[in-house]
């Protein structure tokens, strides 16, 4: 009827083991050796645990994607469609999104749809290169349609996560940063998708007109325009004339705003909080 434990070591695995169901860090190696020693069978289980820690930390991660998005951006941005250096800057694109699915997606339950997105995605832009399809034709279209769902779905990730840590760290501001540019890219295809579906809602410059025959050429200048709309910057380059061009520039505007102020209302909150915690 007693509660005190007769068997240190089998009582201390056994808590070690209650407290490893309980807590959402899975990837504590302290979780088996915090306390008393419990003896071979402990060191075999901690061992175990050490080897199924992630090779980097979730901030070094962000890093090395923020620094292929904005590779990325630079490359987009000069519009290469021409032969070999067009299927370079395709792998380069696809390299990222593997990346970013990577990087930002954690658990069945948020791989396995990201993945169909991704593979469907990574298909259908290589597709183009062996069917000798139009620039102009359907897979352009089906490609600016789940390229945006498969990023939409990452800021999405990224944005419930920056929302549930329990702290600001330099993991979360490079994630919000990188969440940043992954949404320009996800509204650059959209506005692709209105140009093809409604060319006449946008007005162009002469001195821009020949990128839209092109692939490469409308990925770039729409990146570009897709910046231009988030930071609520206007240029008489591309100009939207009516709906639905008009609508879409709209919620890009209101989304760069709103993004950027919930996202520094947020840091501050949790640097506040861990100011009030180390009170």
Known sequence: GSSRCLAPTACTIRWSRRRDRRSPLRSDPDIFVRGRRAGPVNSVLSTARVVRLPALPRRHKYKVLLVLLLVSIVIQTYGLHAGFVGMLSDAFRTVL??????????????????????????????????TGGSDHDALALAFNVLSPLFLWTAVAVILRDLFRTPEAGTGNVLGAICGYLIAADAWTGINICIFLLAPHSFAFDPGVQEMLGHW???????????????TTLGYSDITPVRAPATTLSLLVALFGMFYTAIVVSQFVVLAQRASRDSA
């Open 216 to 230: 490469h050429g409308r990925l770039a200048l729409f990146c570009y325009y897709s910046f231009a709309q988030m």
């Open 97 to 130: 999104s593997v990346t970013i699915f990577v990087v930002v997606f954690r658990g069945a339950g948020e791989r396995v749809p990201a993945a169909m997105l991704l593979l469907a995605t990574v298909a259908i832009g290589w597709a183009r290169h062996f």
